[in-house]
């Protein structure tokens, strides 16, 4: 079989981090077998991912299509803000054509459920696609203030009608313009097809683990740094965004200082939000806390963080699909505690390989995390049965097996 030409089309770029949903493509752009795979990179604003692409040796091309995100907060327009989105890219999707013909692409991967222009310039072409689906919709009714809490249960029938909606027009968008799905997990599969129809077109699918913390995680012992004399070290890495929840970090850092004056904190990660980073460090100050919270800013390589940390911590106050900073710690041989929310139970066993709280109780958290500091034994056995888990489960080496034969049985069906 001749070599297959692949696009993979990143929906952002931003200066300030990389986040999940570009991860697993700049590991595909990094990873995919050469052999068989000539690979291009299509972004639409210029950014650390095309320029991390451009290091694995990787075409990249930018065109500054937009992205479609009524899914993620619908409304009763959501048709006619369809209707109004196709009509604006017009002149984008002929970009990304020329684009795909003049590299004689064959198979076109988008990113995230916001990123159509890709998909639609691909069907136009009748290139096949595959659809990297990397949220759970309508995410962000669980995020704001009080008012808008007290808004959501006042108006909730006509949400859940909107959400209905919406959930519909996203299932006959997938189906209209990818030839495969592949969400992030089952629960995430769930919210917008019933669980038995389409398994031919619509998968679900754990994103892996990047090669680079997963390699090494299994060559090495890495649960040695839990001793009894050792600074409880706790870290959250992502993005800093309201709805990860990360002010209900520094909240637990509060409560938890107040019995482990010892312990240390790291916040890791970059932000799009000025003003709610400038929330987060005033916060600190008026938590007193500037001793002993760190702000690290986006680490392209998050291994140090891992290695001299004990537990890793999930926040997120929205339905978060899969959350790969959950991975990553868990082959780390790291104590996870995350907030139940999304699939976060399809990947933690509660007690067994990570522990699993209420959403929104950063009093709680702290209380496990004093909990395990007094148990550090505990700490130690949970870290090992987490490795075991992830190294079990979210193999990238599987994964790029797996998708590589998705994508060949693709192409040659067409």
């Known amino acids: 079989?001749?070599?297959?030409?692949?696009?993979?089309?990143?929906?952002?770029?931003?200066?300030?981090?990389?986040?999940?949903?570009?991860?697993?493509?700049?590991?595909?752009?990094?990873?995919?077998?050469?052999?068989?795979?000539?690979?291009?990179?299509?972004?639409?604003?210029?950014?650390?991912?095309?320029?991390?692409?451009?290091?694995?040796?990787?075409?990249?091309?930018?065109?500054?299509?937009?992205?479609?995100?009524?899914?993620?907060?619908?409304?009763?327009?959501?048709?006619?803000?369809?209707?109004?989105?196709?009509?604006?890219?017009?002149?984008?999707?002929?970009?990304?054509?020329?684009?795909?013909?003049?590299?004689?692409?064959?198979?076109?991967?988008?990113?995230?459920?916001?990123?159509?222009?890709?998909?639609?310039?691909?069907?136009?072409?009748?290139?096949?696609?595959?659809?990297?689906?990397?949220?759970?919709?309508?995410?962000?009714?669980?995020?704001?203030?009080?008012?808008?809490?007290?808004?959501?249960?006042?108006?909730r029938k006509n949400r859940e009608r909107l959400k209905s909606y919406a959930l519909g027009r996203l299932r006959e968008i997938i189906l209209e313009y990818s030839d495969k799905a592949i969400f992030l997990s089952e629960n995430a599969r769930n919210r917008v097809f019933h669980p038995d129809e389409y398994r031919d077109r619509i998968l679900a699918g754990y994103p892996p683990i990047r090669k680079d913390i997963y390699e090494p995680s299994l060559a090495a012992e890495t649960s040695s740094k839990i001793s009894q004399d050792a600074p409880l070290a706790v870290a959250f890495l992502g993005i800093l965004v309201r709805h990860k929840g990360v002010h209900d970090f520094i909240k637990a850092a509060h409560y938890v200082l107040k019995e482990v004056p010892h312990a240390i904190f790291t916040i890791s990660g970059g932000s799009p939000n000025p003003s709610y980073l400038a929330y987060l460090k005033r916060l600190v100050r008026r938590l007193k806390l500037e001793d002993k919270v760190a702000f690290t800013g986006f680490l392209e390589n998050p291994l140090p963080i891992y290695d001299k940390t004990d537990i890793i911590c999930l926040t997120s106050l929205y339905d978060e699909p899969f959350g790969m900073v959950v991975s990553e710690g868990m082959i780390r041989a790291k104590v996870v505690i995350a907030y139940e929310t999304g699939s976060i139970r399809e990947i933690i066993d509660d007690g067994s390989n990570g522990f699993i709280i209420r959403r929104g109780h950063p009093r709680a958290l702290a209380e496990k995390i004093v909990f395990l500091e007094k148990n550090r034994s505990l700490m130690r056995d949970i870290g090992q049965n987490a490795r075991l888990t992830a190294s079990e489960r979210f193999d990238p080496g599987k994964y790029f097996q797996q998708l590589q034969h998705l994508m060949e049985k693709t192409v040659g069906s067409k």
């Open 1 to 155: 079989m001749p070599k297959i030409n692949l696009l993979l089309c990143s929906h952002q770029s931003r200066k300030e981090f990389v986040g999940g949903a570009e991860i697993v493509l700049l590991e595909l752009a990094k990873y995919m077998s050469r052999d068989k795979f000539n690979v291009f990179f299509l972004s639409n604003e210029r950014g650390r991912v095309d320029e991390i692409a451009k290091r694995f040796g990787v075409q990249v091309q930018v065109i500054p299509y937009g992205v479609f995100w009524e899914f993620l907060a619908p409304g009763k327009t959501i048709l006619s803000d369809w209707e109004t989105f196709l009509s604006s890219q017009s002149g984008n999707i002929q970009a990304i054509k020329t684009c795909i013909a003049k590299n004689k692409i064959d198979m076109v991967i988008s990113n995230c459920v916001v990123n159509v222009a890709p998909l639609i310039a691909a069907k136009e072409l009748e290139v096949p696609s595959i659809w990297l689906i990397q949220e759970i919709i309508y995410a962000f009714e669980n995020v704001g203030s009080r008012l808008k809490e007290i808004s959501l249960r006042i108006f």
